[in-house]
């Protein structure tokens, strides 16, 4: 495919118009401007316009090699996979549940062969053509351009596999994220504990494993609320979901409450989506005024928009019932005092599984001494480390996981 013919194909993008369209994309950009300046340039019989289109072509070939090299790739081919697989298109919507349409399949497949041409365009040949617009004297400097790697990691069918094995845009590429102002911001190292590295609660754990392992099969799973002391370990459970075995398709989006509002929006947007979703709210409590409290009792029941079955809200809480309550809601000054009682308790109620989290008893809190102790080569008596854990407890206020790393680590310091 000459330079011409290789532009006019890239020009016809239809299912994969967007590459051309984003205009933050200068790679695609640069590549029609040295074919666009190659073809013209050869064309034209006048040595100085021939020059001026020589010159534009090596300026727009030196651009796209450094806009390779800023995205760290090796060549257009892998830039083209890259983008082929993390942006969302029509297509590769619909071509990882097997539902495209003939004429969508057929426009994918006519624009996958004009970008492998692409991919697989030789740097050498572009730069011949380039010193032949060129003055004779510019032959060994343009020869002397740095290059690219030739090459298509890719076609057509091992798209559509990896469309089908893992979806496409962002929830293919990054597995956490955050909601914040109404978008998503992608979290490419999500600081989240491996399953192995937890330690007690083993029954709190498992209750939340098996309901997100209930909505991954498909099943309608319960909203899950993991209550109790602090430290204990309640939101490093829900993060360690992203690393267990068949979690695969699990995302993990975490919300702040102030966002609950956009909440709505963002589960419409999911509904639809292969992948599965915990959208996990922490530390979620309200004060007597708060405006989004009511938001979010209509999140979990009541509004006449169903949930997604791929979409769970976990949410943990230093408080039970979630609402701060004041002895005044308990007084004679309202008509049915209970009323108002019964409407403070109501959130934690619309959660389907609530999970207490409570201080370890002594034994439970010394055994993990123990073990973090001996994980980290400590060799102090049993007898001395169990004192001096006791004293750093009452110091600290409670018999919690995190007290006991808190204290293994002051012995390592």
């Not at 590769?92 to 692409?118: G, I, K």
């Amino acid at each position: 495919m000459n330079f011409s013919s290789l532009r006019y194909a890239l020009r016809g993008l239809s299912a994969y118009r967007i590459l051309l369209d984003d205009e933050n994309e200068t790679v695609l950009d640069y590549v029609t401007t040295v074919l666009y300046t190659l073809s013209n340039g050869q064309k034209e019989q006048d040595e100085e316009e021939r020059a001026g289109w020589g010159e534009n072509a090596l300026s727009a070939y030196a651009c796209l090699f450094q806009a390779l090299c800023d995205g760290g790739f090796d060549g257009i081919g892998d830039w083209l996979w890259d983008k082929l697989r993390y942006t969302e298109t029509p297509f590769a919507l619909s071509a990882q549940s097997d539902s495209a349409s003939p004429a969508l399949e057929q426009a994918a497949r006519r624009d996958v062969d004009a970008l492998l041409a692409l991919a697989e365009l030789d740097c050498g040949v572009i730069l011949a053509a380039i010193a032949a617009l060129l003055p004779p004297e510019q032959s060994s400097m343009v020869q002397a351009m740095p290059r690219w790697t030739a090459s298509a990691p890719f076609d057509f069918d091992r798209l559509v596999r990896f469309y089908r094995e893992h979806g496409a845009g962002l929830y293919a590429r990054y597995r956490a994220f955050l909601w914040e102002d109404g978008q998503l911001v992608p979290v490419a190292d999500p600081d989240c504990p491996k399953p192995e590295d937890l330690l007690g609660y083993e029954q709190q754990r498992s209750q939340v494993e098996t309901n997100t392992r209930q909505m991954m099969a498909g099943h309608y799973a319960n909203n899950v609320l993991l209550f109790g002391d602090g430290g204990t370990g309640k939101s490093a459970t829900v993060k360690s979901m992203l690393y267990l075995p068949g979690m695969e398709d699990l995302r993990l989006i975490e919300i702040q409450k102030e966002n609950l509002t956009g909440l709505p929006q963002l589960m419409r947007s999911l509904g639809d989506r292969r992948q599965k979703f915990i959208l996990f709210i922490d530390d979620l409590a309200f004060d007597q005024d708060d405006k989004t409290y009511s938001s979010m009792k209509t999140i979990l029941e009541g509004s006449l928009e169903k949930r997604p079955a791929n979409v769970v809200i976990y949410a943990t809480s230093n408080r039970r019932h979630l609402v701060r309550q004041n002895f005044s809601d308990r007084g004679n000054d309202e008509v049915d005092a209970a009323e108002t009682i019964a409407e403070k308790t109501a959130l934690a109620e619309r959660f389907g599984l609530r999970i207490p989290y409570l201080s370890m008893s002594k034994a439970d809190f010394l055994a993990l001494v123990d073990y973090l102790a001996g994980q980290n080569g400590l060799t102090l008596p049993a007898q001395e480390l169990h004192a001096r854990a006791m004293t750093w407890e009452i110091r600290h206020s409670g018999r919690t996981p995190r007290v006991a790393r808190q204290f293994i680590s002051s012995l390592l310091g």
